[in-house]
């Protein structure tokens, strides 16, 4: 699968470093070679949390917190705002050592945005 935007090192609060990938997925075959492809990178491999989530034209939304408790719901909710389906965006976290509290879901939200920036 080619085809995977990186934006590393988005922004950082605390410690934790955080980056934003995406591309165009079909299914969710395609999006577990995406997150493969993804986690190919090193430094993404070893990453505290690589959040997704894709809103799917045949299956709707999919996500993955991957430890990061309710940040793939806030993907799949701003994927609904914007309407955009079949991409796939994840959402990466190298923890720093200081809890975030609610402000890790804003960090999120604005990962998301900056993609969605960046496609426009």
């Not at 995977?4 to 410690?15: A, E, H, P």
């Not at 997704?52 to 034209?57: F, Q, R």
């Not at 045949?58 to 309407?83: Q, T, Y």
């Not at 959402?91 to 890790?104: A, C, E």
Request: glycine share 12%; hydrophobic share 40%; with cysteine.
């Amino acid at each position: 699968m080619s085809g995977l935007i990186k934006l590393g090192n988005v922004l950082s609060d605390r410690g934790s470093k955080y980056a934003v990938s995406g591309c165009p997925v079909a299914d969710r075959a395609d999006v577990d070679r995406a997150l493969k492809e993804l986690k190919r990178g090193k430094s993404y491999a070893k990453a505290t949390h690589n959040t997704w989530a894709v809103l799917l034209s045949e299956g709707g939304a999919l996500k993955g917190d991957d430890g990061e408790a309710g940040a793939g719901m806030v993907i799949v909710r701003m994927l609904e705002r914007e309407a955009l389906t079949d991409h796939l965006i994840i959402v990466t976290r190298w923890f720093g050592g200081k809890h975030l509290g609610g402000d890790r879901f804003r960090h999120v939200q604005t990962c998301v945005r900056m993609y969605l920036d960046q496609m426009a």
